[in-house]
């Protein structure tokens, strides 16, 4: 594409050259008519010769007409920008850029670093877009979901300190955190098929609601945690002045990964490069025609 585009551009320059040749011949045959009209009346010339001198006059007006007008749509496919900047060149451009980036994402990058806990792809085995290959967790980062009674929650407040134990260390390790949010709903009430208490026979059951609770990375480090694991957990509510819901939306995500960006900074560098040498080997090529 940048050759062919590069040729448009000879090309252009070619009939400019043109033009100015067959400006030269109009002036030459005007000046060739003139001096035959002066010394017609003399009779110095005959009237065939002038008639001659005419018709060549006509011709060279007609042929840079004709040049002009090629230059003119020359020019129109060349455009005023150079050959970089080509609609042409920049399209093809645009398409290796695509092919680039297509290349790049054939690598599946994890969005975290962590452990796989579930892999649903076997090796060999073809996937379609979309499809969830594996599940990885990252232990530094797990929460604490605590079904706390609703009778439990009165003095419950974001941000009070917490701390618990896990069956999988025993008593020997307490984990300490905070409340980072208490749940709107009750876990029945979000079940597939939720209790329906509008029945004369009706039990009164104590519902609980999930609260979370958000661990010391530190803690989690030195002793990993498992998904589903069973916890005892204790919050500290004595200090009841915090909100119970959040007051304003989280100003940042939980979670941010870079590991989608890419950068172009490659292929932008490769893409000018092959315009550069095929513009140059074109020029070259043009030098010795």
Do not use: C
Request: positive net charge; glycine residues 6%.
């Amino acid at each position: 594409t940048v050759r062919q585009t590069r040729t448009v551009f000879d090309n252009r320059d070619q009939l400019a050259a043109v033009v100015g040749q067959r400006r030269a011949d109009l002036d030459r045959a005007l000046a060739d008519y003139d001096r035959r009209k002066d010394v017609a009346a003399t009779g110095a010339v005959s009237s065939e010769e002038l008639g001659h001198a005419r018709d060549a006059l006509s011709a060279a007006r007609d042929a840079l007409r004709a040049a002009d007008k090629n230059l003119a749509a020359s020019a129109a496919l060349a455009g005023r920008s150079g050959v970089a900047d080509h609609p042409d060149v920049q399209a093809a451009a645009t398409e290796v850029e695509r092919a680039w980036l297509a290349l790049q994402r054939t690598s599946v990058r994890a969005p975290v670093t962590g452990y796989v806990a579930r892999r649903s792809v076997q090796l060999g085995e073809r996937i379609a877009p979309g499809a969830p290959l594996m599940a990885i967790v990252p232990p530094e980062r797990l929460r604490v979901d605590a079904n706390f009674k609703e009778v439990q929650l009165k003095h419950m407040r974001i941000g009070q300190p917490a701390s618990l134990t896990a069956d999988l260390y025993g008593g020997r390790v307490e984990f300490h955190g905070r409340v980072e949010g208490l749940g709107l709903g009750t876990g029945a009430a979000f079940a597939l098929l939720p209790a329906q208490n509008a029945t004369g026979n009706w039990i009164k059951v104590v519902q609980r609601v999930p609260v979370r609770i958000a661990l010391d990375r530190r803690e989690l480090a030195a002793h990993p945690l498992r998904i589903g694991l069973s916890t005892r957990v204790a919050v500290d509510v004595r200090d009841d002045s915090g909100a119970q819901l959040a007051q304003r939306p989280r100003p940042d995500p939980v979670l941010t990964t870079r590991a989608y960006d890419i950068d172009r900074r490659e292929i932008a560098t490769r893409i000018a490069q092959i315009i550069r040498e095929n513009t140059l080997e074109s020029s070259a090529q043009s030098s010795l025609r």
